[in-house]
């Protein structure tokens, strides 16, 4: 039968190393406000955790937890987990089959590429109004897992280590939710990514990942916020992106009703855009393939081209609008251009091209121009 057991300071409650002496399958642990310390960690099977203050931080255990194989759940609420040594705040071990849950927990890593949260067998891990810092969520190679994470923030921007890391199989479910740092697939991540209403700094995409991508934001302003490669196919709505995306080899990718600061798309991916700008510069080489409908291409004087092609690159536009802004188009080599412009900030345009017949622009004077 569940118990519940109050642990605190006071006379009438139950000791912290006297309740760890005799955990059972089912019992609720309320933890009044204190540090609680577990020098050589602790593994819970089925246990409910509670703290009782007024924040997270109130309640703060020093040391690290593990989920045991046969557990099927462990619940963590309003508790600040400080994990004081080089291990996994929290680990999910490879036979595990189960839940782990966080309603309003902090979460402190050691800040090394030891992952805060560990998960390796076939996991749900819910991540409700939490924060995760100076560590990693990772998903490793032979995890089956489901994330879901609502309200909550990962803060671990780093040059080296992700901050959300899938591996594995399995789907990733983030809303409302902030993560500093990047958020990878790998080459043999098979797995679902859906990001709604967040804000992410960097999105590295490879293996087998279909990602949809909802009203957020890629803030990052490097060349690469967004990387997309392998087999990935991905359907981004309303987001922005404040650096460049890069769209790489056998890759499907449907933008829509976006804002890209600028774009590269190389080898054999393939495109579909619509009713989206693209700020800067928009770059298809080698056998990339784009259909675009009611883009806006612009350019700036910080890119010779606002626009440009090569290899045996094909763009399709309908009703287009170019904003150069100073720059010139290019359509190099095999590559072809063919569309109708409803809009054109200039008078007339100049295309740098080698084959007159591979560029047909409708809509508006273009003169060709030699390199």
């Known amino acids: 039968m569940p118990r519940i057991i109050r642990v605190g300071g006071s006379s009438s409650e139950t000791s912290w190393h006297e309740v760890l002496k005799d955990l059972r399958a089912d019992d609720v642990l ?51 987990i400080n994990t004081s040594t080089d291990n996994n705040s929290l680990f999910i071990p490879t036979e595990t089959d189960g839940y782990l849950t966080l309603r309003n927990c902090f979460i402190k890593g050691y800040g090394t590429d030891t992952a805060a949260i560990a998960v390796n067998g076939k996991a749900t891990v819910e991540l409700y109004s939490s924060k995760i810092s100076g560590g990693s969520v990772s998903m490793y190679e032979d995890a089956d897992f489901r994330l879901e994470m609502n309200d909550s923030e990962i803060d671990y921007a780093s040059d080296k280590y992700c901050a959300l890391a899938l591996e594995g199989h399995g789907t990733a479910i983030i809303n409302n939710s902030l993560v500093h740092g990047s958020i990878n697939t790998f080459p043999k991540t098979n797995a679902e990514l859906d990001i709604n209403n967040s804000t992410v700094d960097y999105v590295l995409l490879h293996g087998q990942t279909w990602m949809n991508m909802l009203n957020s934001t890629v803030q990052a302003k490097d060349d690469s916020c967004l990387y997309l490669s392998d087999d990935c196919w991905s359907n981004i709505v309303q987001s922005k992106f404040n650096g460049g995306i890069y769209i790489d080899k056998k890759t499907h990718t449907i933008i829509q009703n976006s804002t890209i600061n600028r774009m590269v798309v190389i080898n054999e991916a393939k495109v579909t855009m619509s009713n989206s700008v693209v700020m800067a510069h928009s770059d298809f080489q080698d056998k990339s393939n784009c259909e675009a409908t009611r883009v806006t291409f612009m350019g700036n004087m910080n890119y010779e081209y606002f626009l440009a092609l090569s290899g045996t690159a094909k763009l399709i536009g309908h009703d287009l609008q170019f904003h150069p802004n100073g720059a010139e188009l290019a359509v190099q080599d ?25 560029v047909y622009i409708l809509g508006m004077q273009w003169t060709t121009k030699k390199k």
């Open 30 to 80: 309320m933890l009044g406000p204190g540090f609680y310390y577990l020098p050589q960690g602790l593994t819970l099977t089925d246990i409910t955790i509670k703290g009782t203050g007024s924040v997270p931080e109130d309640t703060t255990i020093y040391g690290y937890i593990s989920v045991s194989e046969d557990s099927r759940y462990v619940t963590l609420e309003n508790l600040c």
């Open 334 to 358: 095999e590559a072809k251009l063919k569309t109708n412009v409803l809009a054109n900030a200039d008078d007339k345009l100049n295309v740098e091209c080698d084959k007159r017949f591979n």
